[in-house]
């Protein structure tokens, strides 16, 4: 199984999202609360070792699909050293057999600022998508 | 405040009495333009970054509140606390650009000259060390400039300004009165002499014009404690013997500076070593501190001595003994012109232990010490104000009072006076003295013999 | 909108601190210049020696006898300064930034630390505010300008609180954060916050004249 797929995903989860995001102005409290039953699906951050945001929310299918992303590789890269290999894709593995929590002499991206650079640079690129920390690390 | 009204833009103006007849016909005189040219000139170009950063800096905090006798003795009211008193001055003026109004400057002089000693107890206070003192000194400067100073103080400016002495003291008074100090002392020590024009003395001693013109015992004293002590030295004849400078708290720093000036070269052309000078505090702030400044000096250009650190020095190293110490309890004013002024604070207390038997602390004392209300030219602005300086300085006399002490010593002339007046009005029935006088009346009245 | 987030998060944090380290060093060299051509005679009072002493004294938490009689509040002013510092420069979203930035990063503050901290610098900005309505010598200082300033250094923790905990409109709270903490930045030296730098200079001119004239202490 991938990685970002090992938890639950509630199918309802798109509408209910829209009404919580009003929820969330009308009722701060009540949404909050509202939220904290709501499982949204979200990447595994067990290998970090004291998280300080909760995981981010990440919709693979979704997001590919309304990003218009066929090719895995374009997020699922493969570096040998600093090139890139065209054409070789990793969704096999994890983020984290590569990108280390700390910059090493192998690879010098972090795993956080891996995600966020794969996430953000693009979302900034393309101007579309979250980029702020709390759009990805909603509050659990 | 009962009295405050509000004006159109409703910053506060104390509606002020009309006190004092030198700043009402000065008043009377100005006009606007002069009003605004004069303050822009003072406060643009008689001023450098030291003023900007004070006014540009100061965070409106208050705690420079503590520090000062005229809040506290005021209830806290706060038009007294030195921040305020800048607001109701400096900042109103800058606001304004100069267009300020009569009523503002009645204001503005009665505040800078009478309600605030200028002691700098406040720049202790403040964490960013903004001189208050300095500031308020501007505002006189500019009322000088405006011809709106106090009679009183103006007039001693005056005297300074022809006689070179703050009292009117004409030449021949001055040599006949140490002629007859001399004369009378030697009832007591058959050779003494008060020497004039000496030159190569080891000393020229000075004092203020208040001696000779009401106080010539303390001439006496201190001829008899030179005479004991076997020091080698002199008095100028000729004018420069005044080492007080009321000038320099009106603003006026012109003469201010000439009279530093005199004071120096009358010292040069005597060629004596250094110079010691009576218990005074402003004078001694005058030509070690501010004087010397305005004529380009550094520091001051000869040694300046005050009293207590001479007295020190004849007591340690055994001139003057001690025959029998002082019996009643006394208390110490640390006058800030030679505490927060000079450091002298610890010395005076090896002096007061050595001549007296039981010594009170009145608290704060040393450099936090507070002002006697008189300093910084308040007491010179004379009987108009002399009702507000006893309530201005409630806090000395409660300090005071703490003390239980029956002797109050005040090694500085205005302090003596602001003192008396204090322990007068508050019924405090205390006696206030120089260290002279208690030296004089403990000294073994022998004379000093190297190697006895 | 991203493009907009783009340039406040990114040339826009440039400017803001170039603006703020230049101003201040600006304001240095105009003082000193203004000093060299005005009052170049205060050079013969000053001493690095009394200078460092008194400044060294103030800094001390209830040394000077003004901290001593009024306790609470420089308590409450000494922890704001330098929650004002940690906090900003601690925080593991900044942290996150700048590293991504530079590949540079430092130890951070926990999260839920840093969010007490933040509430405690509120809580003295509250405490300087009430002050200056209820102390009267301090509200007779006091003028719409004092509150404005009070406000400004109020407003990035504010919004990055609130930003923090994702209560109510996430994205527009964030770009408040980021330009209340930029336009914070910027007034440091154009405001009366450059007693950042002003103060170490006035408390070294008066540390010299107490100490190297007077002989006597300034604190
Ligand atoms: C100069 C540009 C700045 C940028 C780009 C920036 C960025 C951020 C970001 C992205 C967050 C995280 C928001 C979240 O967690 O959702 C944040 C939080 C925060 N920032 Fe800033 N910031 C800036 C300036 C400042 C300044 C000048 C201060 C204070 C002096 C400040 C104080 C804070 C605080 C107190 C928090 C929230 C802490 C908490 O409650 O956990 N920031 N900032
Ligand atoms: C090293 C840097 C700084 C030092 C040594 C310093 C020192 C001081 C001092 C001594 C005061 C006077 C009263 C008090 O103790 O609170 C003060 C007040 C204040 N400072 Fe600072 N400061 C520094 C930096 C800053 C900065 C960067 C800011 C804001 C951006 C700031 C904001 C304030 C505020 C708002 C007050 C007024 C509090 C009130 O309203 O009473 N300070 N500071
Ligand atoms: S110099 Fe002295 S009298 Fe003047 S405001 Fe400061 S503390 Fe008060
Ligand atoms: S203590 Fe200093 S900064 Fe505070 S109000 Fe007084 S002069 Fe201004
Ligand atoms: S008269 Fe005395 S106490 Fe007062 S300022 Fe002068 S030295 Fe200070």
Not at chain 2, 168 to 184: A, G, R, S
């Amino acid at each position: 199984m991938k990685p970002w797929k090992r938890k639950s995903i509630n199918r309802e989860s798109k509408m209910k999202q829209k009404v919580i995001f009003m929820g969330f102005i009308l009722f701060i409290f009540t949404a909050v609360y509202a939220f904290s039953n709501t499982e949204l699906e979200r990447l595994d951050n067990s290998v970090f070792e004291k998280p300080q945001r909760p995981s981010a929310v990440f919709e693979h299918d979704d997001h590919n699909e309304m990003a218009e992303i066929d090719d895995c590789a374009v997020c699922h890269h493969v570096y040998e050293g600093k090139e890139l290999v065209e054409d070789e894709s990793s969704e096999d593995s994890l983020c984290s057999d590569c990108h280390s929590l700390k910059p090493d002499q192998e690879n010098s991206i972090s795993l956080s600022v891996a995600y966020h650079k794969q996430c953000r640079d693009c979302h900034f690129e393309e101007n579309k998508g979250p980029v702020l920390c709390g759009e990805c690390h909603i509050k659990e | 405040m009962p009295n405050e009204i509000k004006t159109k833009d409703d910053s506060p103006v104390v509606k002020e009495r009309k006190t004092d007849e030198a700043v009402e016909a000065g008043l009377a005189r100005l006009t606007p333009e002069r009003i605004k040219n004069t303050i822009n000139q003072v406060l643009q170009k008689e001023t450098g970054p030291r003023f900007k950063a004070y006014v540009e800096t100061c965070m409106h905090c208050g705690l420079c509140a503590e520090a000062c006798l005229y809040f506290l003795s005021n209830d806290r009211d706060p038009a007294f606390s030195p921040a305020g008193k800048v607001k109701q001055t400096i900042w109103e003026m800058l606001e304004k650009k100069g267009e300020v109004s009569i009523d503002f400057l009645r204001r503005a002089v009665h505040i800078a000259q009478t309600q605030c000693n200028v002691c700098k107890r406040c720049s202790m206070y403040c964490p960013f060390g903004i001189d208050i003192a300095y500031l308020m000194l501007l505002v006189r400067r500019i009322c000088h400039k405006l011809e709106i100073t106090p009679l009183y103080i103006q007039d001693t400016v005056n005297s300074h300004s022809a006689t070179m002495n703050q009292m009117w003291v004409k030449e021949d008074e001055w040599i006949d009165t140490l002629q007859w100090q001399e004369e009378d002392a030697r009832e007591e020590f058959e050779n003494l002499r008060i020497p004039l024009d000496k030159e190569g003395a080891d000393v020229m001693y000075s004092v203020i014009a208040p001696e000779p013109k009401f106080q010539a015992g303390l001439l006496y004293q201190a001829a008899t404690i030179m005479h004991a002590a076997g020091i080698n030295w002199t008095m100028p004849s000729s004018p420069g013997w005044d080492n007080s400078n009321m000038a320099m708290f009106t603003g006026d720093n012109e003469i201010s500076g000439r009279i530093a000036r005199t004071f120096y070269e009358t010292a040069a052309r005597l060629k004596v070593k250094r110079i010691v000078m009576g218990e005074c505090g402003h004078a001694f702030r005058s030509t070690y501190d501010v004087g010397n400044r305005w004529i380009g000096w550094a520091m001051p250009p000869f040694e300046v001595v005050h009293a207590l650190e001479f007295y020190h020095e004849l007591l340690t190293s055994g001139r003057i003994k001690i025959a029998q110490k002082f019996k009643k309890t006394v208390t110490l004013h640390d006058p800030c012109n030679v505490s927060r002024g000079r450091g002298l604070h610890d010395m005076a207390r090896e002096v007061t232990n050595m001549l007296c038997e039981s010594f009170i602390e009145m608290t704060p004392n040393r450099e936090h010490n507070f002002c006697c209300g008189a300093g910084g030219g308040v007491i010179n602005c004379g009987p108009p104000y002399k009702g507000e300086r006893m309530v201005n300085n409630r806090v000395k006399a409660e300090q005071l009072k703490a003390t239980g002490a029956e002797v109050l010593i005040a090694p500085c002339h205005n302090c003596h006076s602001g003192l008396e007046d204090i322990v007068h009005h508050y019924d405090l029935n205390m006696e206030v003295k120089f260290l002279g006088d208690i030296i004089y009346e403990t000294m073994e009245k022998k004379i000093y013999k190297p190697g006895e | 909108m991203n493009a907009f987030i783009d340039f406040i998060m990114g040339p826009m944090v440039w400017i803001a601190f170039l603006i703020f380290i230049l101003g201040l060093i600006l304001k240095i060299v105009l003082i000193i210049k203004d000093v060299n051509a005005r009052e170049s005679y205060i050079y013969s009072y000053m001493t690095l020696k009394h200078s460092l002493r008194s400044i060294f004294a103030w800094l001390i938490p209830f040394f000077p006898q003004s901290t001593r009689q009024s306790p609470v509040f420089y308590s409450i002013s000494y922890i704001f300064h330098l929650l004002l510092f940690i906090v900003p420069i601690f925080l593991t979203s900044h942290i996150v930034l700048v590293n991504e930035a530079f590949q540079v990063s430092w130890i951070a503050l926990d999260d839920g630390l840093a969010d007490i901290l933040t509430v405690m610098v509120v809580l003295a900005l509250v405490f300087f505010t009430i002050r200056r309505v209820m102390v009267p010598e301090v509200k007779y200082l006091t003028s719409t300008k004092d509150y404005i300033l009070i406000l400004i250094v109020a407003l990035p923790f504010i919004t990055g609180f609130l930003a923090y905990h994702q209560f109510f409109l996430y994205r527009p709270m964030v770009i408040a954060h980021v330009i209340s903490g930029e336009i914070m930045l910027i007034l440091i030296p154009f405001s009366r916050f450059s007693h950042m730098i002003v103060a170490p200079l006035t408390r070294a001119y008066m540390g010299s004249e107490f100490g190297n004239v007077r002989h006597a202490k300034d604190w």
